[in-house]
């Protein structure tokens, strides 16, 4: 089996976890690793063995070895660099969020589509055991969802990264986090996104952006989504969801998930491994070896990318 050779672009906190992810892949190696300091850049592939580092896309997509690139980079390049690698011949992943507008996203979905190029996006929620095992009762009909009721909380007032370093770019509450939910939502349910309404708190006087809202969202099927979310919540941090069906009640927490009686519910059964991050890897990297769409694929994300837009229009409006 020939080894897929992979470029990375953006060596922070989830550059990071992607390149732990892939060393517990077999048949994979990444061979490029692209981040803005270079120095910073030459520590992180020294400690993962990788050859060649650069601060610049355009060397690693210039080399012929490379088969596919995982882009970790901030949200504003993703789209721009997705085309740069599907132009030059190469697969790729895109982190949350594909784009920060629907035209970019729109673009992406018709280059992939010129192209026949893999081309897929970290939607990590479809890969998380504990939504999976939720997604394996719902597609066999023993659960129907009713209502999700989502959390997804931070305390972020400035601007730094998961690991607690500054970022040299501004995240978003609505394209970045509240597509997760989006995305989560259609997926479960099986249906496509019918009303969507946004109402968002005070703009930060400084990051420009927005640190509270609220997202309600109707679905083909009659289900229901709330979803809050904050960059000014002080603890507990993370996303929650509670699965309302009509067959009992359930909430993931990432990777674990309880009933509503708080009883723990063993998911470590469901996929070969319960780092999200490493399945949605193994996802693309067998997508490539098997020639076929990929869960998660930048055509199956499109329509949450739709009503981002449109709540993003309700917003500004």
Same mark, same amino acid.
């Given at each position: 089996?020939?080894? %897929? /050779?992979?470029?990375?672009?953006?060596?922070?906190?989830?550059?990071? /976890?992607?390149? +732990?992810?892939?060393? #517990?892949?077999?048949?994979?190696?990444?061979?490029?690793?692209?981040?803005?300091?270079?120095?910073?850049?030459?520590e992180?592939?020294a /400690?993962?063995?990788?050859?060649?580092?650069?601060?610049?896309? $355009?060397?690693?997509?210039?080399?012929?070895?490379?088969?596919a690139?995982?882009l970790?980079?901030?949200?504003?390049?993703?789209? &721009?660099?997705?085309? &740069?690698?599907?132009?030059?011949? #190469?697969?790729?992943?895109?982190?949350?969020?594909?784009?920060?507008?629907?035209?970019?996203? +729109?673009?992406?979905?018709?280059?992939?589509?010129?192209?026949?190029?893999?081309?897929?996006?970290?939607?990590?929620?479809?890969?998380?055991p504990?939504?999976?095992?939720?997604?394996?009762?719902?597609?066999?009909?023993?659960?129907? %969802?009713?209502q =999700?009721?989502?959390?997804?909380?931070?305390?972020?007032?400035?601007?730094?990264n998961?690991?607690?370093?500054?970022r040299?770019?501004?995240?978003?509450?609505?394209?970045?986090?509240?597509?997760?939910?989006? !995305?989560?939502?259609?997926?479960?349910?099986?249906?496509e996104i019918?009303?969507?309404?946004?109402?968002?708190?005070?703009?930060?006087?400084?990051?420009?952006?927005?640190? !509270?809202?609220? @997202?309600?969202?109707?679905?083909?099927?009659?289900? @229901?989504?709330?979803?809050?979310?904050?960059?000014?919540?002080?603890?507990p941090l993370?996303?929650?969801?509670?699965?309302?069906?009509?067959?009992?009640?359930?909430?993931?927490?990432? !990777?674990?998930?309880?009933n509503?009686?708080? +009883?723990?519910?063993?998911v470590?059964?469901v996929?070969v491994? =319960?780092?999200?991050?490493e399945?949605q890897?193994?996802?693309?990297?067998?997508?490539?070896?098997?020639?076929?769409?990929?869960?998660?694929?930048? $055509?199956?994300?499109?329509?949450?990318?739709?009503t981002?837009?449109?709540?993003?229009?309700?917003?500004k409006?």
């Amino acid at each position: 089996m020939k080894n %897929i /050779k992979v470029a990375l672009a953006g060596a922070g906190a989830f550059g990071i /976890k992607h390149l +732990e992810a892939t060393q #517990k892949i077999d048949g994979v190696e990444v061979v490029s690793l692209v981040s803005r300091e270079l120095d910073k850049t030459k520590e992180v592939a020294a /400690k993962f063995g990788i050859a060649h580092v650069t601060t610049d896309l $355009a060397d690693s997509l210039a080399l012929k070895e490379v088969d596919a690139v995982i882009l970790c980079t901030p949200t504003q390049m993703h789209a &721009a660099q997705a085309i &740069a690698c599907m132009m030059a011949g #190469k697969h790729v992943q895109v982190e949350i969020p594909l784009a920060d507008s629907l035209a970019d996203a +729109e673009a992406v979905a018709a280059l992939q589509h010129k192209t026949g190029r893999i081309a897929m996006c970290g939607h990590t929620r479809r890969f998380n055991p504990s939504h999976q095992w939720l997604h394996k009762k719902l597609a066999a009909g023993e659960l129907a %969802i009713q209502q =999700m009721d989502v959390q997804t909380y931070f305390f972020r007032r400035s601007n730094m990264n998961a690991l607690g370093q500054p970022r040299s770019w501004t995240d978003h509450l609505l394209w970045h986090h509240a597509a997760h939910t989006v !995305d989560l939502f259609a997926w479960q349910t099986g249906g496509e996104i019918v009303a969507a309404n946004a109402i968002q708190g005070p703009i930060h006087p400084t990051l420009g952006i927005a640190m !509270d809202m609220s @997202i309600q969202l109707k679905c083909s099927t009659g289900a @229901i989504c709330t979803l809050s979310l904050s960059f000014n919540n002080d603890g507990p941090l993370g996303t929650f969801f509670r699965y309302i069906c009509d067959n009992g009640t359930y909430i993931a927490r990432y !990777d674990d998930l309880v009933n509503s009686k708080e +009883e723990k519910i063993d998911v470590s059964q469901v996929d070969v491994s =319960m780092n999200g991050i490493e399945l949605q890897d193994r996802e693309f990297f067998a997508a490539i070896r098997e020639g076929r769409e990929p869960n998660a694929s930048v $055509a199956q994300v499109l329509p949450c990318y739709r009503t981002l837009h449109q709540l993003e229009q309700q917003l500004k409006a």
